[in-house]
C-alpha cells in the first residue's frame, strides 16, 4: 500500500505562508503542518490550526539563531562547524533547554504536538537528534521527520554514515517512534508516480508569495494533483495517523 503524509513546513513564519498552507490543506492535498512557535504570525497559525482541526500540526524545531550566531556565509549550517559548537558542553545545554522550551511553547497552545522536524533540518545534526529523541519521549512525541540525508540547498547537506543511520533507527525503533519509510523534498519537481509502497512524507512550501512556494501552491490545489493521487493508488495520510496506524 502506498502512503502519503504531505507535510507543509515554516507555520507561522509569515500571514501568507499561514495562508498558503490552509490553502492548500482545504484543497485536500496538505495533511500535516510543522509550527514556528517563536515566530511573529505563530499566534495567528495557531487559531488557523483550531479553526481546521482535521490537520495535524508538529513542531518546527527553530535554531537557527542559536546554532547560526556569528556567520552568514554557506558554512553556516555545516556539519563540522555545528560539532565543533555542540563540542562545547556549556552551549549544548543551552541548546537542549532551546529544544525544551519550544516543545513547552508549544504544548502551551493546548494543540496536539503529533510530530517534530527541524527548520533547515537543524534536527538531524548527529550530535542533536538523539537528544531530541530523548526529548520527545519526555513530553510523549511520537513521531520525528527522519532521513539518512537531508539537502538544504543554501548550505551544506546533513548527512548521516550508514552506522550511525542504523543506530538512529535502531534507537526509533526500541522507543516505538515511528517515521516515514521514505522522504521526498517537494520544493524540487516531483512525481507522484514515483511514490512506492510503504510511507512516504513529502515536504512542500505553499505560499502566496515567493515565487517557489506560489507555484507549489498552485501544484497542491490543482485538480490534476488530487486525481494523479487517486490514480496513483495513494493514501494520504497525517502524521497522526502513521502513529497510530499499524503499517508495514
Not at 76 to 91: A, C, I
Request: glycine share 8%; hydrophobic share 40%; net charge negative.
Amino acid at each position: 500500500m502506498k502512503y502519503l503524509i504531505v507535510n507543509a513546513d515554516d507555520f507561522g513564519l509569515s500571514n501568507y505562508i499561514n495562508e498558503g498552507i490552509i490553502r492548500a490543506h482545504k484543497a485536500g492535498s496538505v495533511t500535516s503542518t510543522t509550527l514556528m512557535i517563536n515566530r511573529e504570525f505563530a499566534r495567528d497559525a495557531v487559531r488557523l490550526a483550531r479553526e481546521n482541526s482535521d490537520l495535524c500540526v508538529g513542531l518546527h524545531l527553530d535554531l537557527d539563531d542559536l546554532l547560526g550566531k556569528d556567520e552568514t556565509g554557506p558554512e553556516r549550517f555545516g556539519v563540522e562547524r555545528m560539532s565543533r559548537l555542540l563540542s562545547s558542553r556549556r552551549f549544548l545545554k543551552e541548546v537542549v533547554a532551546e529544544i525544551d522550551a519550544q516543545i513547552r511553547g508549544f504544548k502551551n497552545t493546548g494543540l496536539e504536538l503529533t510530530h517534530i522536524d527541524g527548520h533547515h533540518h537543524l534536527h538531524a545534526i548527529p550530535e542533536l537528534f538523539p537528544l531530541i529523541v530523548d526529548r520527545m519521549l519526555s513530553y510523549g512525541i511520537k513521531t520525528i521527520r527522519f532521513s539518512r540525508e537531508f539537502d538544504l540547498i543554501k548550505y551544506p547537506p546533513i548527512g548521516w554514515d550508514e552506522e550511525f543511520f542504523q543506530e538512529m533507527k535502531s534507537l526509533l525503533e526500541k522507543h516505538r517512534i515511528r517515521v516515514a519509510n521514505h522522504f521526498v523534498t517537494g520544493w524540487q519537481p516531483y512525481d507522484l508516480m514515483s511514490i512506492g509502497d510503504g510511507v512516504t512524507e513529502l515536504m512542500v512550501h505553499p505560499g502566496t508569495k515567493e515565487e517557489w512556494r506560489i507555484k507549489e501552491l498552485e501544484t497542491l490545489e490543482s485538480r490534476e494533483w488530487i486525481d494523479t493521487v487517486k490514480a496513483g493508488g495513494i493514501r494520504l495520510i497525517s502524521f497522526r495517523d502513521l502513529a497510530e496506524m499499524a503499517i508495514d
